[in-house]
């Protein structure tokens, strides 16, 4: 099911995503989300449906670690952050709460873009300029923790960390 892009420049940082005056909301994630990128973009936390991409340029996700981050940005909803580049933490903590975020060539694709994206076979194709993109395949056990949600329930599910075969 194709979702719509809100495309976001480079060196977003998790101050952006999560502003750090809102740090007392922390303990009341889905209350934060209703916050979410707004010193980016005011309005994007009233815009976005469940299925949306987030689509970045850039060093996604620089500066604190704050794990929240990528947390708020999946209970708003979105399918996956695309960026041409993504802060380390962020990358990781994404992977970890079950958000996929994919490195690709953001310049091809524009606000509102209607996009589609296969996690397995690593394509991303723009509906709305008939773009075709890829991304770098994804581990198979990245994807098994990006289906089990995070890497908490895939742990829980499978009783520790167990590479599949």
């Known amino acids: 099911m194709p979702g719509r892009a809100f495309k976001f420049g480079d060196n977003i940082s998790t101050d952006h995503i999560v502003p750090g005056r809102l740090a007392g909301l922390r303990s009341n994630l889905p209350e934060l989300a209703k916050h979410v990128l707004e010193d980016a973009d005011p309005t994007f936390a009233s815009r ?3 299925g949306d991409f987030v689509v970045g340029g850039s060093n996604f996700g620089l500066g604190s670690s704050r794990e929240h981050a990528p947390i708020v940005i999946k209970l708003a909803g979105v ?10 933490i962020f990358f990781r903590n994404a992977i970890n709460v ?19 994206v296969d996690l397995a076979k690593g394509t991303i194709d723009d509906l709305t300029n008939g773009q075709h993109l890829t991304f770098g395949a994804i581990p198979p056990v990245m994807l098994r923790i990006l289906d089990e949600g995070g890497l908490l329930p895939y742990i829980k599910k499978y009783g520790g960390f167990v590479l599949p075969k």
């Open 48 to 50: 976005v449906k469940p």
């Open 79 to 88: 399918k996956a952050v695309l960026a041409k580049s993504f802060a380390r």
């Open 98 to 116: 079950g958000l996929p975020v994919l490195v690709c060539d953001t310049d091809k694709i524009n606000d509102a873009d209607s996009l589609e």
